[in-house]
């Protein structure tokens, strides 16, 4: 069965760090763009974070630069998005995507609840 499963979402104070990971199944991430998406309530969904299938470029909407990094372990089939220093403007349901360039066959994981709050 082909899916992402996201986790490390929850309830973290002004300040802190979270680590998401998405775990795929089914299918290799090796050959796949890998993209965090957010959506905050009553706004649309938003990119916020990409890295290419060798890994080797990264990309970061301008409100999380410096504070988030992407990265992937193709070993574990698994990509992550280490969160620091969040705001609450962090807030929303995070989501992974998996996309294969050359056909666009994209997988969408089920999403992983951030809630940034004092």
């Known amino acids: 069965q082909v899916q992402l499963v996201e986790s490390g979402g929850g309830l973290v104070q002004p300040g802190g760090s979270l680590r998401l990971s998405c775990v795929a199944s089914?299918?290799?991430?090796?050959?796949?763009?890998m993209r965090w998406y957010r959506q905050a309530p009553g706004k649309e969904r938003e990119l916020v974070a990409s890295?290419?299938?060798?890994?080797?470029?990264?990309n970061y909407v301008d409100s999380v630069k410096g504070r988030f990094t992407i990265s992937r372990d193709d070993a574990k089939n698994t990509v992550y998005l280490q969160m620091n220093s969040l705001k609450p403007e962090d807030t929303a349901v995070y989501y992974c995507?998996?996309?294969?360039?050359?056909?666009?066959?994209?997988?969408w994981g089920q999403g992983t609840q951030v809630t940034v709050s004092s």
């Open positions: 995507n998996a996309r294969r360039m050359y056909d666009n066959t994209e997988y």
């Open positions: 089914g299918f290799p991430l090796i050959l796949y763009l």
């Open positions: 890295i290419t299938s060798t890994g080797g470029i990264t």
